[in-house]
Nanobody
Framework: QAQLVESGGGLVQAGDSLRLSCAAS????????LGWFRQSPGKEREFVAA????????SYAGSVKGRFTISRDFAKNTVYLQMNSLKPEDTAVYYC???????????????WGQGTQVTVSS
């Protein structure tokens, strides 16, 4: 079993930057696909970004492409989400996720973190 713990959330103003971290413990996730999802009040959880186990391929939701960057540190068993040019509509609880195969079906993802709140004021 693995445990994922997010950190780095907070309250910022529009245009600011934040970097979220997700540290894994319990097992190495070097062969897992890692990703970030978010959920705003009253809305369904949505995909934000993902990175393959090799770190060679990344994908992003259209709403964050060009502003957010996902990366991973194998030595630290950690995945990051660098968020630049934040907008009020980015306000949400951000969750990291890990799966041995893919992140396409949320109900089947192996591991989830507990979430970290990001609030962007206008």
């Amino acid at each position: 079993q693995a445990q994922l713990v997010e950190s780095g959330g907070g309250l910022v103003q529009a245009g600011d930057s934040l970097r979220l971290s997700c540290a894994a413990s319990g097992r190495t996730l070097s062969r897992y696909m890692l990703g970030w999802f978010r959920q705003s009040p009253g809305k369904e959880r949505e995909f934000v970004a993902a990175i393959t186990w090799s770190g060679g391929t990344t994908s992003y939701a259209g709403s964050v492409k060009g502003r957010f960057t996902i990366s991973r540190d194998f030595a630290k068993n950690t995945v990051y989400l660098q968020m630049n040019s934040l907008k009020p509509e980015d306000t949400a609880v951000y969750y990291c996720a890990a799966d041995a195969t893919h992140l396409a079906i949320m109900s089947k993802i192996d591991y989830w973190g507990q979430g970290t709140q990001v609030t962007v004021s206008s």
